[in-house]
């Protein structure tokens, strides 16, 4: 395989400038553009002096108020967690039916596969993972119980073939519809759909070169193919990562496509090189705050630090071999810098400070809460069916769809471990946007702040814990404590 250190030699010029911060100018009207596509936006992201930029309110917030709801640029469900939750690969919802995401459930149970579920809540968090109470993640309490035994029962023969097909149909199901299931248009068999809308939309925005069906457009399936497998193996941040290498490429192609174009109409049109092109087509991924994966991600407990310098260039050495896989699948010559190992790096690192955990509850538990809440004899009859499925699917009976995501907006938000804010699913929230609530009354001109961690921590916990963000926080809280 074609090594790819020459890149970060020819290109030492163009991979710094891709690198570089975008000017507070440049930052500003970005902003100010995506915040104006937005409706009822009360916000504005500003610059805040050491800390870069910030989010501050446009107007009043009440405590419990929305303050803002921020679809992803990129994300991805966890590959174990596809096989519990067939959700769209594009929005996140939900799709299919009830009884389909029960049955699905329940034929890998039959193959015997097993997976290390982690408790599920409807709070998303910053991926260095955060620990909060079920009260604070709004877990609904009162949930059925399976069983007071974690042993799992048989169905009947059929059963779980009937609720995949459709032709079993639960009791008061139709009180949760869900959007169809609408195939990927490249025949992967791996991407699923709620709309033609969100299919369109994906496989525009990176999924074009990603997917592995007959109709990809990736320089090689087999490649393909194998990077995933890699990133299953080893670490699911290497699929945002290439969703994000993707979205720039097509990005690309289509300012260049609609800047030779308008050329065509008029002779006087400049500003068609590759370069300013490429720089376009980053702009997005530019703004979020970047360094090197290897250098930032947090040191694992059960690694010594006499033996951080090895585990970091372990580190290295895993993102190189990602790479290398992700260049013979979906190499793009004119966007060769993007294959650059420090660019890579960079853009991992950029998910490893920014991510949100990307969390959707199941509509599996609304429905057998609904159940469960039943008039008596209503209940009864309905349980004739249900108890059965639930006494088969286990404790593990409903499990949210988890992943991770890079939000534009949220990604601006800065911490404070006394925050008046935070990321919070409440019950209409059914998609993987990123919802960020007020904790607390937000006044015009106040800048809004979540907690990058656990703010219930001791003082020097937190601290080495925001030391992987590259910062030593100075919030209110922390300047009490430190005293």
């Known amino acids: 395989m074609e090594a790819l250190c020459p890149i970060d030699s020819v290109f030492p010029d163009l991979i710094s400038a891709l ?26 992201v500003k610059q805040n002096g050491e800390f870069g930029k910030g989010v501050f309110a446009e107007t009043e917030f009440k405590e419990g108020d929305l303050i803002l709801k921020d679809p992803m640029l990129v994300g991805a469900q966890h590959s174990a967690n596809k096989m519990d939750c067939l959700v769209c690969s594009f929005c996140f919802r939900f799709i299919g039916s009830i009884e389909l995401q029960i049955g699905r459930k329940l034929y890998l149970q039959e193959l015997g596969i097993s997976v290390n579920h982690a408790e599920c809540d409807m709070e998303e968090s910053f991926s260095d993972g955060e620990d909060s109470s079920s009260e604070e993640n709004g877990e ?3 949930a059925p119980s399976s069983s007071n035994s974690r042993k799992k029962v048989e169905l009947p023969k059929g059963v779980v073939e009937s609720l995949m097909t459709g032709d079993l149909k639960l009791p008061y199901s139709d009180k949760f519809s869900l959007p169809p299931t609408v195939p990927c248009i ?29 109709k990809s457009e990736s320089v090689s399936r087999e490649a393909l ?22 979205y720039t490429i097509l990005r690309y192609r289509k300012l260049k496509t609609t800047c030779f174009e308008e050329r065509g109409k008029n002779k006087n049109v400049s500003g068609c090189t590759v370069p300013s092109a490429l720089f376009e087509a980053w702009k997005p991924i530019s703004m979020g705050h970047k360094r090197r ?12 630090t ?42 991992i690192g950029m998910f490893e400070l920014n991510n949100l955990d990307l969390v959707v509850a199941s509509p599996v538990e609304d429905y057998f809460l609904f159940v469960d809440e039943l ?65 607390k009354p937000i006044y015009k001109g106040e800048e809004v702040t979540i907690s990058y961690v656990d703010e219930e921590l001791p003082f020097e916990e937190r601290q080495t814990l925001l030391a992987d963000y590259g910062f030593r926080c100075r919030c209110p809280k922390c300047l009490e404590e430190e005293r």
């Open 375 to 439: 008039p008596s004899s209503k209940k009864r009859e309905a349980e004739e069916i249900t108890r059965p499925i639930l006494e088969a699917l286990g404790d593990d009976y409903s499990v949210c769809c988890q992943g991770t995501a890079f939000f534009p907006l949220q990604s601006c938000m800065n911490h404070s471990c006394c925050p008046n804010a935070k990321a919070f699913k409440r019950e209409e929230d059914r998609d993987g946007q990123a919802t960020i609530l007020a904790l």
């Open 19 to 44: 690198l570089a911060p975008p000017s507070p100018l440049l930052a500003q009207e970005y902003f100010d553009e995506l915040i104006s596509k937005r409706q009822n936006l009360g916000i504005k």
């Open 225 to 246: 193919v194998e990077f995933i497998q890699h990133a299953n193996e080893t670490n699911d941040i290497f699929l945002l990562a290439a969703k994000a290498i993707s």
């Open 293 to 304: 994966w290897w250098d930032c991600i947090a040191l694992p407990v059960d690694v010594e």
């Open 140 to 142: 609904t309490s009162g």
């Open 186 to 214: 490249g025949g992967c068999g791996e991407a699923h759909y709620c709309s033609e809308l969100c299919a369109q939309a994906d496989w525009e925005s990176c999924h074009s070169l990603l997917c592995t069906g007959e």
């Open 306 to 347: 006499s033996d951080e310098d090895a585990f970091r260039m372990q580190i290295r050495s895993l993102a190189f071999t990602s790479l290398q896989l992700l260049k013979a699948a979906v190499f793009d010559k004119e966007c060769e810098p993007l294959f650059s190992l420090e660019v890579y790096g960079h853009i």
